[in-house]
């Protein structure tokens, strides 16, 4: 197992990945998330990877297939009127392969990404957990998350 920064080379794995978030998400949630979409294209991922603002982590197994993967997106806060300036590494999705889960490959992930964060000079590490997504939200607090906020609604038709 290799955790490494994504390359073109691991978009077809990355897209079955986000295939399998978005199927946690979907039946979670159907009144908000459309059946059979992809979050992004084979081009938008790559200007993704190539992007300043974010950084894209895989876990490689033994044959070189994405076992994993992290989306983290850097946020920079500077001379905001409210708020102290500090740079924020937001964890915008992490999945492990459904038939590797189990093995460990998430903490490793998680740990990686904390580790990264750290040798940045990050401050802090935050993340958003979908309700409809328990499992999650238990590996977020046994990774030692806390609450930092709260996202409400009011569902209104």
């Given amino acids: 197992m290799e955790i490494v920064r994504a390359t073109d ?3 077809p794995g990355i897209h079955r990945l986000l295939s399998q978030v978005e199927e946690v998400h ?3 949630r159907p009144d908000i ?3 059979n ?3 992004y294209s ?3 991922l790559g200007e993704l990877l190539a992007d300043g603002s974010f950084v894209i982590f895989v876990c490689h197994g033994e044959e070189g297939e994405v076992l994993a993967h992290a989306f983290c997106q850097i946020k920079d806060i500077r001379g905001d009127a409210v708020l102290i300036d500090r740079k924020t590494l937001y964890i915008d999705d992490i999945c492990v392969e459904e038939t590797a889960r189990g093995r460990g490959i998430g903490r490793a992930v998680f740990d990686f990404v904390m580790d990264y964060a750290g040798k940045e000079g ?3 590490v935050t993340l958003n957990v979908w309700e409809c997504n328990p499992g999650a939200k238990a590996f ?3 990774m030692g998350m806390k609450i930092q906020k709260y996202g409400m609604e009011m569902i209104l038709q």
Avoid: Q, T
Wanted: charged fraction near 50%; aromatic fraction near 20%.
């Fill in 9 to 11: 080379k691991d978009i």
């Fill in 42 to 44: 084979d081009e938008e």
């Fill in 33 to 35: 998330f459309r059946l």
């Fill in 26 to 28: 979907r039946k979670g």
């Fill in 122 to 124: 990050f401050y802090n």
């Fill in 140 to 142: 977020y607090e046994c």
């Fill in 37 to 39: 979409a992809r979050k």
